[in-house]
């Protein structure tokens, strides 16, 4: 058996590239490497228990050279007895991207195409020791941290396909003694002489230096530290997620009124898919306190593993990017933002750092909305309905009474972290479950002042609060529950005596109502108003 064969055994078995039966696409350009590849696979296909179709992308940018490389893999193909899949693509390289990554990308477009309608279970691809090394080096002269130094994985996946590299362990000297041995015929391409590329001048220039002035194991060195910084980062990654589902994710949820409560009007959901497997979140929220409790590389990683949640892609997400997310994280003031490659948003929120995959936008404001005594009103600007009813206390159930005897259940579950539960209030009215309803509030009707209206917050709002507290301005009230700055125009106010000297403020909905009208022993009528989502 050749050198090439033992050593692509031994990484086969010692990565479990092809654990199971099944077929396997074998990217071939034609040249030394995949060629090699392509060939040895044959020959190990009944002790792999895999069968072969070859696959080879022409770019279209070699003209007659790249027409006859096409030819010459199918020839090999043909010899060999195995299907083959040719494509021509032209390369539309996106504006910022080098011609190298744009035909890598179409390449592994076109691949994955193959594998995915052939239901192929491998996608094998020709990378050696040496373009591990090529790679590595690449990275670290870019500035690279432990993901990008761990270079090419053995194994990764792709669209429900396991990527494989069974030559990751084999050199390019052992590659030129196979085809010499088997007197295999390959096609050479002339740009990989081409200096003006960095992987060429790595290649060419650079390793024969290293090698020859400095280590002449350079190569097999670069492997081990790539083996290295691939487990280093599988466990900084581990370690993230842990952290990310235990302590720091918060579950995503549309802004409401309170919990539990509709949701706040003018308010965009962004939701992204990568295509197969769910979407991702629009949103995912870090809680500051726990997040300042890592150590830097975690909170690092943990920022680099959110990102990739919300985005499915980590490609322009450089230091810098990073650097600026943790910047926000431990200095960053209220409603400062960052703005990162692929349209990620970081927001500074309160002791919340919130990472959108897309700018979800102000919340919009309400406009001043008169309302009836009884009857709907509709906000189709933030999609919010409220409903105004007249209601007997005696069609009224106890649980729905309110009285100014302290703060409702409501209150301390936001401010306090009270219990939801049961009490009695100073008339002796049962007030069981109250909190519930974030989205409703009742009102004695003789005490109010007409007319009734809704609308946004305005600049030196100020409530009244039920049991006898002193004024609270409703900005601080918004704050002390949390409520970001972007969001607040998107709470509904409820005022009596509206646009009149004597305007008072009711009810900031869902979170506190005032002292002002409250039901009690002689309420005769009552108002109740209700908050719910407009339907589409």
Excluded at 63 to 70: F, I, L, M, S, W
Excluded at 128 to 152: H, K, V, W
Excluded at 277 to 303: C, K, M, N, V, W
Excluded at 411 to 429: F, I, M, N, V
Aim: glycine share 10%; proline share 7%.
């Amino acid at each position: 058996m050749h050198p090439l064969l033992r050593q692509l055994l031994a990484t086969v078995r010692e990565r479990a590239l092809f654990p199971a039966p099944g077929l396997a696409v074998v990217a071939v350009s034609g040249g030394p490497d995949s060629v090699a590849l392509l060939h040895a696979l044959h020959e190990l296909s009944p002790v792999l228990r895999i069968e072969l179709l070859v696959a080879h992308l022409d770019h279209g940018m070699r003209g007659q050279e790249g027409a006859h490389d096409a030819a010459a893999v199918g020839e090999q193909a043909g010899k060999l007895g195995l299907p083959v899949e040719i494509g021509i693509r032209r390369m539309a390289p996106a504006p910022g991207a080098s011609l190298e990554e744009a035909a890598r990308d179409l390449r592994y477009a076109f691949l994955g195409e193959v594998a995915v309608r052939r239901r192929a279970r491998y996608l094998a691809i020709a990378h050696t020791s040496d373009d591990q090394a090529e790679t590595l080096l690449m990275r670290l002269l870019r500035g690279a941290g432990p993901r990008g130094l761990r270079a090419m994985t053995p194994i990764a996946s792709r669209a429900g396909v396991s990527v494989v590299r069974p030559l990751l362990d084999t050199s390019r000297d052992l590659i030129r003694s196979y085809l010499n041995d088997r007197q295999l015929s390959i096609r050479f391409d002339r740009t990989n002489r081409d200096l003006r590329l960095e992987r060429n001048r790595i290649r060419h220039v650079l390793i024969p230096l290293l090698s020859s002035e400095f280590n002449p194991s350079v190569v097999e060195s670069l492997g081990r530290t790539a083996e290295i910084m691939n487990e280093v980062d599988e466990h900084l990654t581990a370690a993230a997620e842990a952290a990310l589902d235990a302590d720091v994710l918060r579950p995503e949820v549309l802004p409401t009124l309170g919990p539990g409560g509709p949701p706040l009007g003018g308010i965009s959901r962004v939701s992204r898919s990568g295509g197969a497997g769910p979407a991702s979140p629009s949103h995912l929220e870090l809680d500051i306190r726990r997040f300042s409790t890592y150590d830097r590389i975690l909170q690092r990683t943990l920022l680099r593993q959110a990102i990739l949640r919300l985005s499915r892609d980590l490609r322009g997400i450089g230091f810098d990017h990073i650097d600026a997310l943790l910047g926000l994280a431990t200095g960053g003031r209220r409603g400062q933002r960052v703005e990162l490659p692929g349209g990620v948003l970081g927001l500074r929120e309160g002791e919340r750092l919130t990472l959108w995959a897309a700018d979800p936008g102000e919340a919009k404001a309400i406009p001043f909305t008169p309302l009836p005594l009884d009857g709907p009103v509709e906000l189709p600007e933030v999609g919010l309905v409220v409903r105004t009813a007249l209601v007997k206390v005696s069609e009224l159930k106890a649980d729905a009474k309110v009285s100014s005897d302290g703060p409702s259940l409501r209150e301390e579950s936001w401010e306090g972290g009270g219990q939801r539960g049961e009490g009695r209030d100073r008339d002796g009215l049962e007030r069981e479950g109250r909190g519930e309803d974030p989205g409703r509030e009742v009102f004695d009707r003789d005490q109010l002042q007409w007319p009734l209206a809704i609308r946004s917050r305005r600049t030196g709002d100020r409530i009244v609060l039920a049991g006898g507290a002193a004024e609270k301005k409703v900005k601080n009230l918004l704050i002390g529950a949390r409520v970001p700055r972007r969001l607040r125009p998107a709470v509904p106010i409820l005022v009596d005596g509206a646009g009149g000297p004597n305007e008072r403020i009711l009810w900031v909905a869902g979170f506190r109502r005032s002292a002002h009208a409250t039901v009690g022993e002689p309420t005769s009528q009552i108002l109740e108003v209700r908050l719910s989502a407009l339907k589409p």
